[in-house]
């Protein structure tokens, strides 16, 4: 793959948890321009810990990192990587903490500097966009599962980000809501990386497989 | 759980804004507790009664949780009336219940359902979310109100985590008793609570982080003050007042 | 441990309030905004953890925890004791908005006495010394509360002697357990994630 | 189906959460004894629902519950079947509180009043039989993800239970200690129902397949 084609080109990551265990060993990835892609591999394989190097959660050990272009190193070079990819988090209460659905969707924009004049079409757009209309002064703790996952998304889009990295987005969706969540991904233009460990779910929304294995990554692709 | 039982109905009370519940939940208590005299008390506890009813809530469940607050009244009951000084009334063996014992354990019970009645009427018909909003629009500091926001929002889901618990212990037929065996379970179990609140506290704190979290929690204006609330404000104001007249003035017998 | 509406004198519910105004605005500044989230979590945690019924005999006590509380937060125990109260006022209607201050000190105080007193203790690597002293920790807030709460009638009126001793008498198995349950509870984090204790919740 | 030789035995139960989803309507469900079987069908189809039934977790709202021979209703007519029927939670995490995996292992046999001196025998020889030896003293909380799943199928076991039921078990587990947990099946002989969407875990360690749908259940045996 040609390299500086990448968004996200990671090369000799090595990460070590404090206790001891390390978890990446000299790990490189590329992820292409345009990519819409899984990534696989049994619980404690270093899949969480990459994403997270990623969005500069965590810093590797050594390595490089290079998003967007430009490499990462210090805290503030990922400022602009966080507001350019949207991170899902595998758990939808860890990512909702505001009061009122309109508030949570509204908490990125306004911290990127967003005016609040603009900021209330902004929550309106995206939460029409994900079908979630009339949303806006719903409690977030009263949600039902699947919609507090899809209000998540949408406070994660409307950042307006360049890409999407999501941890385990269908785990206790029920068919309905992944239906909808499989919709929404085909029919948005945005490159994605998505954890998971439902293969039914990546089949329908990705087109090509990372899978980690011993703390590197087998590309493969799927036909 | 419903927690918040009281707060899903469509009386004129449960649409009031909750800034002026507030404001007047808070007068009302205040004025109510300093006070002693028995045709005040009397006129405040018929007053949070009549909310109470205004709400429309279920009875019986403002009936429970009345009853719960007032095992400490009952308590008092089983005390002060013999231990307060005063002319002697009747006696049980040795003990002698007072006339001013009893009159005076008659007002705190009087003063203390007609607060409760009141807090029910005023506060519990609002979410903990509206309420929320509206300490943010009054005299409260910003942190104090993140936190109280924060401890509600995942008191919630540590509930939920803790059911799981509970459950895994039950299916493995943990019953508790009074032994060291049940004491140091639990505190297992509180401790794993806390050691999985540490966890996602750090989780949360990412997820501010990624979303550009710098210090500040944004607010959209969410209330207009409406004529009926003004009505409601005006009116609870000259009750309260008419209270405080009578309790500190001679005006009443 | 709450004292009901109207039973307090306006001298202890003034002086309360008072007392626990500025003992909240102490640990508010000593809270930065980057650890509200956090220390808002525990406090979740703290307040799921009272609702625990603990048998005792034929009945069952809840635990307090405000020791456990304060050896974690030291001074935010006062903002997260009062947050704790208030959403008990609103929702159960378990104590009440004018006793907020006297019953926010009574529970926040024995906390912070705790903290000064035996945080680098229960918090030691020697097992012996922090089995020790978080029980008395755990112990020691109850006994402390339990005695404000007294206090507080006593100041009130002065036949409230025979209930205050009362109070004070039956919270003592409650002290006895919530000890046990703190010692053990710290052995626990000590354990398990002993990142927690080290965890700065306080400036 | 012999229904006198139903180890389970479930008539027409009706379930709705107090969010008013109705989940369960009507179910019939027997057991064989001796069975071996697996529960599949789409997420949200109530799968879960139907196993807290099994061990009184869940109360239905009509219908008649059996189990060893006996009508279940109240809360006391549970202990004896969650001391016979060994459940595994989908998340070993909501399993696992104690300190170490001793303690752990420990918990359900002290709570069956098996004397202390004979527990640590008992401990021993469970995380033997799952080939943990000296796990013992080890921090559950630290332990991986597929070890946290073996030793919450050794706290189950330790319970000497005469049935397994268990939920969604192969959940982010490597491939090793996958084919140690079929391993671990086959040898034991005790009957089980297995929550899964994995079909290949489910061809390996089940002979017949029972489908949820719709709220109720279609029997499916496999040759």
Same mark, same amino acid.
């Given at each position: 793959?040609?390299?500086?084609?990448?968004?996200?080109?990671?090369?000799?990551?090595?990460?070590?948890?404090?206790?001891?265990?390390?978890?990446?060993?000299?790990? =490189?990835?590329?992820?292409?321009?345009?990519?819409?892609?899984?990534?696989?591999?049994?619980?404690?394989?270093?899949?969480?810990?990459?994403?997270?190097?990623?969005?500069?959660?965590?810093?590797?050990?050594?390595?490089?990192?290079?998003?967007?272009?430009?490499?990462?190193?210090?805290?503030?070079?990922?400022?602009?990587?966080?507001?350019?990819?949207?991170?899902?988090?595998?758990?939808?209460?860890?990512?909702?903490?505001? %009061?009122?659905?309109?508030?949570?969707?509204?908490?990125? %924009?306004?911290?990127?500097?967003?005016?609040?004049?603009?900021?209330?079409?902004?929550?309106?757009?995206?939460?029409?966009?994900?079908?979630?209309?009339?949303?806006?002064?719903?409690?977030?703790?009263?949600?039902?599962?699947?919609?507090?996952?899809?209000?998540?998304?949408?406070?994660?889009?409307?950042?307006?980000?360049?890409?999407?990295?999501?941890?385990?987005?269908?785990?206790?969706?029920? =068919?309905?809501?992944?239906?909808?969540?499989?919709?929404?991904?085909?029919?948005?233009?945005?490159?994605?990386?998505?954890?998971?460990?439902?293969?039914?779910?990546?089949?329908?929304?990705?087109?090509?497989?990372?899978?980690?294995?011993?703390?590197?990554?087998?590309?493969?692709?799927?036909? | 759980?419903?927690?918040?039982?009281?707060?899903?109905?469509?009386?004129?009370?449960?649409?009031? =804004?909750?800034?002026?519940?507030?404001?007047?939940?808070?007068?009302?208590?205040?004025?109510?507790?300093?006070?002693?005299?028995?045709?005040?008390?009397?006129?405040?506890?018929?007053?949070?009664?009549?909310?109470?009813?205004?709400?429309?809530?279920?009875?019986?469940?403002?009936?429970?949780?009345?009853?719960?607050?007032?095992?400490?009244?009952?308590?008092?009951?089983?005390?002060?009336?013999?231990?307060?000084?005063?002319?002697?009334?009747?006696?049980?063996?040795?003990?002698?219940?007072?006339?001013?014992?009893?009159?005076?354990?008659?007002?705190?019970?009087?003063?203390?359902?007609?607060?409760? +009645?009141?807090?029910?009427?005023?506060?519990?018909?609002?979410?903990?979310?509206?309420?929320?909003?509206?300490?943010?629009?009054?005299?409260?500091?910003?942190?104090?109100?993140?936190?109280?926001?924060?401890?509600?929002?995942?008191?919630?889901?540590?509930?939920?985590?803790?059911?799981?618990?509970?459950?895994?212990?039950?299916?493995?037929?943990?019953?508790?008793?009074?032994?060291?065996?049940?004491?140091?379970?639990?505190?297992?179990?509180?401790?794993?609570?806390?050691?999985?609140?540490?966890?996602?506290?750090?989780?949360?704190?990412?997820?501010?982080?990624?979303?550009?979290?710098?210090?500040?929690?944004?607010?959209?204006?969410?209330?207009?003050?409406?004529?009926?609330?003004?009505?409601?404000?005006?009116?609870?104001?000259?009750?309260?007042?008419?209270?405080?007249?009578?309790?500190?003035?001679?005006?009443?017998? | 441990?709450?004292?009901?509406?109207?039973?307090?004198?306006?001298?202890?519910?003034?002086?309360?309030?008072?007392?626990?105004?500025?003992?909240?605005?102490?640990?508010?500044?000593?809270?930065?905004?980057?650890?509200?989230?956090?220390?808002?979590?525990?406090?979740?945690?703290?307040?799921?953890?009272?609702?625990?019924?603990?048998?005792?005999?034929?009945?069952?006590?809840? +635990?307090?925890?405000?020791?456990?509380?304060?050896?974690?937060?030291?001074?935010?125990?006062?903002?997260?004791?009062?947050?704790?109260?208030?959403?008990?006022?609103?929702?159960?209607?378990?104590?009440?908005?004018?006793?907020?201050?006297?019953?926010?000190?009574?529970?926040?105080?024995?906390?912070?006495?705790?903290?000064?007193?035996?945080?680098?203790?229960?918090?030691?690597?020697?097992?012996?010394?922090?089995?020790?002293?978080?029980?008395?920790?755990?112990?020691?807030?109850?006994?402390?509360?339990?005695?404000?709460?007294?206090?507080?009638?006593?100041?009130?009126?002065?036949?409230?002697?025979?209930?205050?001793?009362?109070?004070?008498?039956?919270?003592?198995?409650?002290?006895?357990?919530?000890?046990?349950?703190?010692?053990?509870?710290?052995?626990?984090?000590?354990?398990?994630?002993?990142?927690?204790?080290?965890?700065?919740?306080?400036?």
């Amino acid at each position: 793959m040609d390299e500086s084609a990448a968004i996200i080109s990671l090369k000799e990551i090595y990460f070590t948890y404090p206790r001891g265990k390390q978890v990446l060993e000299g790990l =490189d990835f590329n992820f292409p321009q345009n990519g819409r892609a899984g990534l696989v591999g049994p619980t404690g394989s270093g899949k969480t810990t990459l994403v997270h190097i990623i969005m500069g959660l965590l810093k590797p050990d050594s390595g490089r990192v290079e998003i967007f272009g430009s490499r990462r190193e210090k805290e503030s070079d990922f400022r602009d990587v966080r507001a350019r990819i949207g991170f899902l988090f595998q758990d939808a209460d860890d990512q909702l903490f505001c %009061p009122t659905v309109a508030e949570d969707v509204a908490f990125g %924009p306004l911290n990127l500097g967003v005016p609040k004049s603009e900021v209330r079409k902004l929550v309106k757009d995206t939460l029409g966009q994900l079908e979630l209309d009339g949303f806006e002064n719903r409690v977030t703790y009263k949600l039902s599962g699947g919609e507090k996952r899809l209000v998540s998304l949408a406070t994660v889009l409307a950042m307006k980000p360049e890409m999407l990295l999501m941890d385990e987005p269908t785990t206790g969706l029920d =068919d309905k809501t992944m239906e909808r969540l499989v919709h929404l991904l085909l029919k948005s233009n945005l490159p994605y990386l998505i954890i998971s460990h439902d293969n039914e779910f990546l089949k329908q929304t990705t087109n090509r497989i990372y899978r980690m294995n011993k703390g590197t990554i087998l590309d493969q692709v799927r036909g | 759980m419903n927690f918040e039982e009281f707060s899903t109905g469509s009386s004129f009370i449960h649409r009031l =804004d909750p800034r002026i519940k507030i404001i007047t939940a808070v007068l009302f208590s205040v004025t109510v507790a300093l006070g002693d005299r028995f045709i005040i008390l009397s006129a405040a506890l018929v007053a949070a009664l009549t909310l109470v009813l205004a709400a429309r809530l279920k009875m019986m469940r403002v009936g429970y949780r009345l009853l719960i607050v007032n095992s400490f009244i009952l308590l008092l009951w089983l005390f002060l009336p013999f231990s307060y000084p005063g002319e002697t009334v009747f006696a049980i063996g040795p003990l002698e219940a007072t006339r001013e014992g009893i009159i005076y354990t008659l007002s705190i019970t009087l003063k203390s359902n007609a607060i409760i +009645l009141g807090l029910i009427a005023l506060l519990a018909t609002s979410s903990i979310f509206a309420l929320v909003h509206a300490l943010r629009h009054i005299w409260v500091p910003d942190k104090l109100v993140q936190l109280f926001f924060f401890t509600f929002r995942y008191f919630h889901v540590m509930h939920q985590e803790y059911l799981r618990l509970r459950g895994a212990m039950r299916i493995r037929c943990f019953k508790p008793r009074t032994n060291w065996h049940t004491y140091r379970s639990l505190a297992y179990l509180v401790g794993m609570l806390l050691v999985r609140s540490f966890d996602r506290s750090e989780r949360i704190y990412q997820a501010m982080a990624l979303r550009g979290y710098q210090g500040k929690f944004w607010l959209l204006d969410h209330f207009s003050l409406r004529i009926n609330d003004l009505v409601f404000l005006v009116i609870s104001i000259i009750f309260i007042f008419a209270l405080a007249v009578g309790q500190w003035t001679s005006l009443l017998p | 441990m709450h004292i009901s509406e109207g039973v307090l004198n306006p001298q202890v519910l003034i002086t309360g309030s008072a007392l626990a105004v500025i003992g909240t605005a102490i640990g508010l500044k000593k809270l930065d905004y980057d650890r509200v989230p956090q220390v808002a979590i525990l406090s979740a945690t703290f307040f799921v953890a009272s609702l625990i019924h603990i048998p005792l005999g034929p009945g069952s006590v809840h +635990l307090v925890l405000n020791g456990l509380m304060g050896l974690f937060l030291g001074w935010v125990a006062f903002p997260v004791i009062l947050v704790g109260l208030t959403l008990q006022a609103i929702l159960f209607q378990f104590g009440g908005l004018t006793t907020l201050g006297i019953n926010t000190l009574n529970m926040a105080l024995p906390a912070i006495i705790c903290y000064y007193i035996f945080e680098k203790s229960a918090k030691n690597n020697n097992f012996n010394l922090s089995v020790f002293t978080s029980f008395l920790a755990g112990a020691g807030a109850v006994f402390m509360s339990s005695l404000a709460v007294a206090l507080s009638l006593i100041f009130t009126e002065e036949s409230f002697w025979p209930m205050a001793k009362l109070i004070v008498l039956m919270h003592f198995p409650v002290m006895i357990i919530e000890g046990l349950i703190v010692a053990v509870c710290v052995q626990f984090l000590k354990k398990v994630r002993p990142e927690m204790l080290d965890a700065a919740y306080v400036k």
